[in-house]
């Protein structure tokens, strides 16, 4: 399992996505949040999309020059297509808007369709954080519907359908929480099968409703499905779905979960708020403080050492994974490798 420095993997990433098509600008932007993905440890959403977004652009399901365009405008809300674009292109396009809105206005919304696969969702509203802004973010994968059972069912019929929120601290990382409404993202499960080991118990059944640790099963025919989060009460992550197809699905005009096999985009809601709008800053700022003492003065729990805030174990690995690199594994490093030398590359000639 080869491991690549930080920059060194980013290069070979500018290099592909420049290769298929892509504008700097826009390269670098799909690239950059691939390379924090696995930085942030959520390496379902980091190089391994190196391959599936190129193959993508081969293919024609993905657009390297398309260009978002709003199409509604109105002061608080916002609907933008983003006409096939990538999905980093598409989303950060459409989080900014918000933002400038929301800067403008106090509070701001902005859907966003036709933008295929946007990445680790936790990204977006991590961009409001660092504007001094809370930003919240709900999004489905349109029509595909076949990886989540819902609650008291074993055959898949919605997606994992991520909800994620960031909100700033005045002298440290922002709080972010990065969740999807499954026990496990899609891309975790693909990532085991890439690297030929066996999930943790909870995550999947098999087509006949069993319990399995074997990813296989999940891609089996007839397949399997992944759980809604919650165990004993998955109908809690089974409801906040319904919120997500609602929410990111209809009102961004993508649609809802309808058993499609092939995502062709997410559909995207983001909401920003402006906090001086709310509120005094300073006072904001000393509530979210006390907030975490308070929280982190709880006694601790057998087995840990720390009471951590939402956001502060991916900080921490990334400050850690800067220095030791990031690990790619064999199967997935081969499929990026396949998709350079279909745009002309030669990757044995990529330094180690």
């Not at 440290?172 to 080991?197: C, F, H, W, Y």
């Not at 220095?323 to 997935?332: A, P």
């Amino acid at each position: 399992m080869p491991t690549f420095q930080t920059e060194t993997l980013r290069q070979y990433g500018y290099e592909l996505f420049e290769s298929a098509g892509c504008s700097l600008e826009d390269t670098q932007a799909v690239v950059d949040h691939l390379i924090e993905s696995d930085l942030f440890g959520h390496h379902s959403h980091g190089a391994i999309r190196f391959y599936e977004y190129a193959r993508a652009i081969r293919e024609g399901r993905f657009q390297p020059r398309a260009a978002p365009e709003v199409v509604i405008d109105n002061p608080c809300v916002a609907v933008v297509d983003a006409h096939g674009a990538l999905g980093q292109v598409g989303a950060t396009f459409a989080m900014n808007l918000a933002i400038e809105k929301a800067r403008k206005y106090g509070t701001s919304t902005v859907t966003l369709r036709n933008t295929s696969h946007v990445g680790r969702v936790g990204a977006y509203p991590l961009l409001t954080a660092r504007a001094g802004m809370i930003g919240i973010a709900f999004v489905n994968a349109g029509n595909l519907g076949y990886q989540i059972a819902p609650f008291g069912g074993i055959d898949g019929r919605l997606s994992t359908n991520p909800i994620a929120f960031s909100a700033p601290r005045q002298n440290d990382n922002p709080i972010l929480v990065d969740m999807t409404t499954s026990v496990v993202a899609e891309g975790k499960v693909r990532l085991a099968l890439n690297q030929k080991r066996q999930v943790p118990e909870g995550w999947l059944i098999d087509a006949q409703g069993n319990p399995t640790t074997d990813p296989n099963k999940f891609k089996g025919d007839p397949p399997g499905a992944i759980l809604p989060l919650g165990g004993v009460v998955a109908h809690k992550g089974y409801g906040l779905s319904f919120v997500v197809e609602l929410l990111g699905g209809i009102l961004s005009g993508q649609g809802c979960a309808a058993g499609e096999r092939t995502m062709v985009s997410n559909g995207v809601l983001f909401t920003v708020y402006h906090i001086e709008h709310f509120t005094d800053l300073n006072t904001y700022f000393d509530e979210v403080e006390a907030l975490i003492r308070h929280v982190k003065s709880s006694r601790l729990a057998p087995d840990f050492e720390e009471i951590l805030v939402p956001g502060e174990p991916e900080f921490r690995y990334a400050q850690r994974k800067q220095n030791e690199g990031i690990e790619i594994d064999d199967t997935t490093w081969q499929a990026i490798c396949e998709e350079a030398r279909a745009f002309g590359l030669n990757p044995d000639q990529w330094p180690n």
